[in-house]
């Protein structure tokens, strides 16, 4: 069991103020593990199509493959096993062993339907929002947007908000009153009673038409959990879909309309990555559409307030050309104690 008490041995306080905690650094382990694992669990299924992610659904259509994997795990689910591990980051190589898919999803599982693997990974979540750890990061969203509103630079009418990866519905997003409706969802709360939707929102279905668009979408610590720079660069492109257009035409002096995306980045990400850079990140939004307006980098965290652009076509390199530089990965650092993080359009 991962819970513990709020103390570290340095008497340090963590987590919190009420309620179990886990250790500040098995945290992010944790939310990335639950992650892989569920994005595995979906790639196997999708490959078999198979429907069912429950081990009574899996079992029963493969009893044999499935087993074997799920009794790898034995009873200590700390311990894993190095040859599946293996499998599992390499799937695509192996996509026409079906038996072989089919152990390694009885082995990742038995990890998912463990006691507390759902309630840690809650948890987890929820730390990344302790006021230890800067808190609520719509914060500083809505001081931005209330300067942009004092400065007349947008309107203040009927605006509306998605945020992916909610976890309270009492951020200063949804209490602030700047926006007449938020929508909330989460890939694991299911607690559509306190306002949150259980919903991926790579699978939100794009709306047809402007009026079930949104002014802003908020995508705080929700990117970097994505498990691959494919898959980031894919959730960058989706926003753009899921966004109020306000970009067509000539750009007019005075126009008060725009939309948003604000996106919240742990600051290593983009401050000590081999792939990534703040100029690099800018450059990637903005080939797909945004102007950065608003920045500021914490010590552990990076907040980016993107604004839909509205530049002319004309006076710019088309977008698809200027995409094609994010498609590949780029080192523009190097260093021992760098990390890997990256997106990929
Ligand atoms: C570390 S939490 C961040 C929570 C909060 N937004 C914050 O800033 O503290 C990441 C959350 O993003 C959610 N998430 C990750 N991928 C998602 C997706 N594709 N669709 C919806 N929610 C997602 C996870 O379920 C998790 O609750």
Not at 20 to 37: A, G, V
Request: aromatic fraction near 8%; charge should be positive; glycine fraction near 8%.
């Amino acid at each position: 069991m991962l819970r513990r008490s709020r103390k570290s041995i340095t008497g340090k306080t963590v987590g919190p103020a009420k309620g179990p905690t886990i250790k500040p650094q098995l945290t992010r382990k944790i939310i990335r593990r639950y992650h892989f694992i569920n994005q595995r669990a979906k790639y196997i299924r999708q490959i078999l199509k198979i429907g069912d992610a429950s081990s009574s659904g899996a079992k029963g259509a493969f009893a044999a493959g499935f087993q074997e994997g799920w009794g790898l795990r034995g009873d200590d689910l700390k311990k894993f096993d190095d040859e599946m591990e293996t499998m599992l980051v390499q799937l695509n190589k192996h996509r026409d062993d079906s038996r072989l898919l089919q152990r390694c999803l009885g082995y990742i599982t038995r990890e998912m339907e463990a006691d507390g693997s759902l309630a840690n990974y809650q948890l987890a979540s929820k730390m990344g929002q302790d006021t230890r750890r800067g808190g609520d990061s719509s914060k500083i969203l809505v001081k931005w947007l209330k300067d942009l509103i004092a400065g007349g630079k947008q309107s203040a009418d009927n605006l509306t908000a998605l945020e992916i990866g909610s976890l309270s519905k009492d951020n200063q997003i949804s209490v602030s009153g700047i926006f007449k409706d938020v929508t909330r969802i989460d890939l694991n709360n299911s607690n559509d009673a306190k306002g949150i939707l259980r919903q991926d929102f790579m699978e939100r279905p794009i709306p047809e038409n402007s009026a079930d668009k949104f002014d802003l979408i908020s995508c705080s610590l929700v990117l970097n959990f994505v498990p691959t720079p494919k898959d980031r660069g894919q959730m960058c492109k989706r926003f753009a879909c899921f966004l109020k257009d306000y970009t067509s035409g000539v750009p007019t002096e005075g126009n008060n309309h725009h939309s948003y995306l604000f996106i919240v980045l742990p600051a290593p990400c983009i401050t000590n990555s081999r792939y990534m850079t703040l100029s690099h990140f800018n450059g990637l939004m903005r080939s797909l559409g945004y102007e950065n307006i608003n920045y500021h980098e914490a010590k552990k965290i990076c907040y980016f307030l993107f604004q839909r652009n509205n530049f002319n076509e004309s006076q710019e390199p088309p977008l698809l050309q200027q995409q094609r530089k994010y498609q590949r990965k780029q080192k523009l650092n190097d260093g021992a104690s760098m990390n890997n993080f990256s997106i990929q359009l």
